[in-house]
């Protein structure tokens, strides 16, 4: 059988809604769903966790997508969770392409086997005495506590450690043992509520947690991550122990200690870096959250310190309102980041948002270099990622060279990438379209803009820049 063309229309995906997109981790594991791949869908590359999970169609989405002429197609909801599975991105890939050699009924097959698996592994017992199960949520909750203040965003380890790998463990503890951990207790509480008087206080004080531990998976799993999550509820921690008879501080003495704690945390990491820094004289600290900068030059930088875990262009809004008069914005957490929504906010506003290193490179600048600074290993990066593309693009034998510059090289926020093709004579520039053509191909659905120049090479040597960065990747 011949196979359709797969439509290029429409590229751009629907989003699947967050209760869905969490029953499919739930079912997967964390591992593709294909029997003869179950690759885990997390790979770690120089400290940064890359997802290569795939949320794919069993029957297509579209009216011309792969298996869309199934008989069940007009009947069935397309995003809902019966046809969706969780692959790899090599097997997505795979089974759209080879459409005729994968099936409805097998690709379904692989999903229900796979979840069956998974299921299997983490069966809630039946238990009947509460103090058995309250010993199993505190273990649980202990073994989660340990790898936090081991290697947690707080930890020692990350703000101490040069190397990078407490974040690396961090993540991968997250994705071992915090998650799983945290839907044991959640279901062992709830698969034994009908064995407890009405109402049980365990399984109310546990909905709490619950809000939590699904707020910190989606932050832990999706690329879609929130901010204003629900903090883990010290409160929970606090009644197991007390319902366990065991010795614990005032509810109240804890809580102060934890706020305590993190601020003296954030101060230490600030004061370690900065403090030493050549281009800032002094550091004159107004309050908890604000100090100013005084730099060596003359210049003063009211900064504003926030260790939200994922700054967002509401969080923006927040510390506006509270000092509208901002300078630069340093996000504390080891191991925080922001939105790039929000950093173009920033930028707008004439706000420096960085990461504290990010912020450390940026002090010396002024203006558009300062606000959109780009560390020199985010360079870097972009430069092999981009090359590594090209490596799939079918455009390496050619004669032509790829540069890129301008502003994808020189900002942190960038609305394109900046790309020269270069041909040696006329009859290397008949195919420069095609090349063109596939590296568009090659950032389809990537919603990033490509600009392109093509000229000769002695049109090249002649080209004359501001602030020239050309880098040749071909």
Known sequence: ?????????????????????????????????????????????????????????IIGAGNTGPRSEHALADYIDKKGISNLIMLCLDCHKTIDELEDRYSVAEISQWKDKHSSRIQALFKTPVIKNENHILRIVNDLLEENKLIFEEYGPFSKQAIEGVSGDAKIIWKRRCLDTILPNNQTIIDLIENNKSNFAYPWELYRQMLTYKIHANSFKENCLFEDKINDYKLFPLEFDYFVKSKL???????????????????????????????????????????????????????ELKVFVTATYYFTEYTLEKIQSI????????????????????????????????????????????????????????????ISRFSSVLNTSQILNCNCKVYLFGSYLRQNVFDDIDIILVYPDNDAKSGIELIKDNINKSFQGEGIKLDFTICSEDEFLNMEFIDDNRVQVI
């Not at 229309?9 to 079912?27: C, D, G, H, V, Y």
């Not at 600290?285 to 003359?298: H, P």
């Open 1 to 57: 059988m011949a196979r359709k063309p797969i439509s290029t229309k429409n590229m751009a995906r629907e989003s699947i809604p967050t209760n869905t997109q969490r029953k499919l981790w739930s079912q997967c594991g964390g591992y593709c769903q294909n029997p003869n791949c179950n690759k885990y869908l997390f790979r770690d590359i120089e400290g940064e966790s890359v997802s290569l999970a795939n949320c794919a169609h």
């Open 245 to 299: 008879g065991i010795k614990t501080q005032n509810l109240e003495i804890i809580e102060n200690q934890e706020i305590e704690y993190r601020q003296n945390t954030i101060s230490l990491y600030i004061d370690k870096f900065l403090t030493n820094h050549s281009f800032i004289k002094r550091m004159e600290a107004w309050n908890a959250a604000i100090f100013k900068v005084f730099l060596a030059e003359g210049r």
């Open 323 to 382: 000092d509208p008069n901002i300078d630069a914005i340093i996000c504390s957490y080891p191991y925080s980041t922001y939105s790039k929504s929000a950093k173009k906010q920033c930028v707008k506003s004439n706000i420096g948002l960085f990461m504290l290193k990010e912020f450390m490179g940026a002090v010396p600048y002024k203006g558009e270099k300062f606000l959109n600074y780009l560390l020199k290993e985010d360079k870097a990066s972009r």
